[in-house]
């Protein structure tokens, strides 16, 4: 009760959300990190399926088994590893570990021009999974309780727009460095192109954001 505060449509829809949250201190940065990261992970419903058929041949039952392996680890890594580590390296720290994890999946992907290679960078970047869950705790730490779940709406606004532009990106990129007039034959081209924005995410990670204990005093909008 004490974090209520009084209703405001202007910030009760996503974009009021968004526009609200430039309020509060370096959580523009936050927000962008979000939006490169999960614009990266978009590749994976958007050109999965095209990239294995078109690279390895492989029918609809492998790739749904690669797909599947690729969830038990994430799985594995968010309820057995996290909880062990985030105690060891912070919530700062394991976030960074993640991103580098999530580019360097990616950019193997990219590369594996076998299918052995897709499990192979399975089993050794399973730890990118490690990103998402410190990323929203910094996020939290940026602004006022009361103003969480403002907060949290303004992340999903974020999540839902990469989910729109993120297949069309990602599926214009296959098709085009996988056609007849492409300057190159590249199938992984997709998932080059998502470690890059993950590695411009790193990069903002490590320069702007720095971790909750060095944060300043929070501001709320209204003496902002």
Known sequence: MEHRRRFDWRRANPLGALKQMRHYPGIGWVGLVFFLYWLAHAVYPSVWPFVSAARYGWSEGQIGLSLGIF???????????????????????TGAVGLVFTAVGLFGYALAWQGWMVYAVIVLTCLEALADAPLRSVAAAKVPPSAQGELQGALSSLSSITTIIGPVIFTQIFSHFTGPASPVAFAGAPYALAACFVVVALVVYLLKIRPSADLPEKVSPQSA
């Open 71 to 93: 969830g038990i680890g994430g799985a594995f890594v968010m309820g057995v590893v996290l909880p062990r580590i985030l105690p060891v390296l912070g919530e700062w720290k």
